[in-house]
């Protein structure tokens, strides 16, 4: 009797698929079951001890936890949705990897493959619905195509940084394939271009020739904060930073003249419009037309070349890393001295952070925000994860929050400017750094949007310190609504008590009405081992409007000068032209 080949390993198609994605890392992913993602869910049961399936209450949540994986690790994020409705959940968070570019991998449930086409059951359509929100979008055809597939579509995510669809039919994944090597992720590299030195070389002649420039920073400088300081003082230029570059710099450093646009400082927005120079690092500031002077020289750093000159007319481009275009500036480019345009934005820092600062012991009630910030900062630990919502949170929380530029981070929804960004993010981070302390900071408008979530932090352990700041509006429509001269409609909300609906999921609730309870509350969230939500009564009050002050004499009558200063409690806050002419 002649020799037999031995029968061929076989495997669920599900089960390699899972072991494509445990081979690049990933070790947790979000979603609701349902009948189109049966396979998967058999698969994951199988792989429970080393991928972690986190049963979210809403899909949107799962996508957007996916995204705040990946703008936090650098690591991709998974969520899936089943056929129909649950894949249809899945855009916003989608969307918001999309636009602040980062690899995300959604994996989609279909019918099975012999249902297709025949108007069956939550049967939808669902590739083209992905089309522009994907680098990267496949409906897998065979069984024996899944995996490989599902590890093309992350080196797609990875390779341009954005989402990569995978949809499944739900009856490949029970069937069984060859048991075949398939994941490239050992093959994986990450480059980044270096920059020309000609390019440097101009550029360094027009910062020589400049008398008021400004460096702008945007998220491609993250990790480069040293680099960044030290360009800076070389220089003796004053920064200028995107809310996504929060934490870059240490909040505390005098050349940090806060961010810009609307979600900004005082001294961050008059240094754009006064500067003569721009050099804009590593950014994708959508405002920049807006912010810069028309005639301002730019130069512009990018690690894509399909940025260079996107934003704003650019007088030297250079295609290279932030990090390294940085260190050969300094080496390659003379010291300047300090200047006068320099000392005038430093003074006008210093007089910001005094102003910001004399509200931090308000005993006002309703409450300001200033005291809750303060306590935040107390108990923050030097590597704690900020979560921020977006609305008039972001705002205060890009001015209030006293980063160290080390080792804490802050991220939230970017250029998408999703609400609901907070607690999913939460998540995220503590899944991502579970020895690290994590805030979520919300409105009411934001936080009541995905609450029901809260309940996924208790479930599975994750002690975040969820902040909500109650003024029982979408405060940032309603200042849009007065910029406009609009009706103030439709932006008012039913208050409610956070936290006794954070108790009723499990969660420690607390509600503070008054200054005098911040610091007990806030020493017990500290010590708290399970999620804790913190419900703040504040009173409706603007931020401070640094894109439309009234506070200069040439364009604004005495009047609204004086009403303006009384809104907002002003004494004295010269602007950057007075400081500069002194």
């Known amino acids: 009797m002649g020799n037999q080949e031995s029968p061929e390993k076989k495997i669920k198609s599900g089960v390699a698929m899972l072991n494509v994605l445990e081979s690049w890392g990933i070790d947790h992913i979000y979603g609701i079951p349902g009948g189109s993602f049966n396979s998967t869910m058999d698969a994951l049961y199988e792989k429970r001890d080393t991928i972690q399936y986190i049963q979210v209450r809403h899909e949107e949540v799962g996508a957007m936890a996916a995204a705040a994986d990946a703008k936090l690790t650098g690591k991709i994020g998974v969520c899936f949705g089943t056929a129909g409705p649950g894949a249809t959940h899945l855009f916003n968070g989608l969307y918001d990897a999309q636009w602040d570019h980062v690899p995300v991998l959604a994996l989609v449930g279909q019918v099975a493959s012999k249902a297709m086409n025949l108007n069956s059951f939550q049967e939808m359509n669902e590739n083209p619905m992905f089309a522009d929100v994907s680098v990267y979008n496949r409906t897998v055809m065979t069984p024996e195509s899944l995996p490989f597939i599902v590890d093309e579509a992350i080196r797609k995510a990875y390779r341009h940084n954005g989402v990569a669809v995978v949809t499944l039919p739900v009856d490949y994944g029970f069937v069984d394939i060859p048991d075949l090597p398939l994941s490239s992720a050992k093959n994986h590299r990450t480059g980044l271009p270096l920059p020309d030195n000609k ?32 360009l800076a003082e070389h220089f003796s230029m004053p920064v200028v930073i995107s809310v996504l570059a929060k934490g870059v710099l240490p909040d505390d450093h005098p050349y940090l003249m806060g961010s810009a646009a609307r979600v900004a400082a005082k001294p961050g927005n008059e240094a754009l419009a006064a500067c003569d120079l721009s050099l804009f690092m590593g950014s994708d ?12 020289k730019f130069i512009q750093v990018d690690i894509d070349s399909s940025k260079l000159g996107s934003r704003h007319k650019t007088d030297v481009a250079i295609l290279g890393d932030a990090k390294e275009t940085m260190k050969r500036m300094v080496a390659m480019g003379n010291k300047r001295p300090s200047t006068t345009f320099l000392e005038a934005n430093l003074r006008n820092r210093r007089n910001w952070s005094n102003w910001l600062k004399s509200f931090e012991n308000s005993d006002e009630v309703p409450m300001r925000v200033e005291p809750v910030f303060r306590e935040i900062n107390r108990i923050a630990t030097e590597d704690a994860v900020f979560v921020t919502d977006v609305g008039n949170v972001t705002i205060d929380a890009v001015r209030h929050l006293k980063m160290n530029g080390h080792k804490q981070r802050f991220t939230t929804s970017g250029l998408f400017a999703t609400m609901g960004y907070g607690v999913p993010g939460g998540i995220a981070a503590k899944l991502s750094f579970p020895e690290r302390q994590v805030f979520t900071l919300s409105g009411d408008g934001g936080f009541s949007m995905v609450m029901q979530d809260v309940i996924t932090q208790v479930k599975y352990n994750l002690p975040v310190i969820n902040i909500v700041f109650s003024n029982d509006s979408f405060g940032f429509i309603e200042a849009e609504q007065e910029d406009t001269n609009r009706q103030k409609f439709g932006i008012l909300l039913q208050g409610a008590d956070y936290a006794k609906i954070a108790e009723g999921m499990g969660a420690k609730g607390f509600t503070i009405t008054h200054p005098k309870q911040v610091k007990e509350i806030f020493e017990q969230a500290r010590e708290s081992k399970i999620p804790v939500v913190i419900d703040v009564k504040i009173s409706n009050q603007r931020p401070f409007p640094a894109e439309a002050m009234i506070l200069d004499k040439d364009i604004y009558t005495e009047n609204e000068i004086e009403a303006f200063k009384k809104r907002y409690m002003i004494e004295e806050m010269p602007l950057l032209k007075e400081l500069l002419k002194k």
Do not use: H, M, N
């Open 199 to 230: 390019d440097i070389l101009d550029a360094l002649k027009l910062i020589e020739s400049a008398e008021r420039p400004v460096i702008y920073a945007g998220q491609g400088t993250r990790g480069a904060g040293e680099e960044l300081i030290a």
């Open 285 to 296: 500031f959508p405002f920049a037309r807006i912010f810069f002077p028309a005639d301002v």
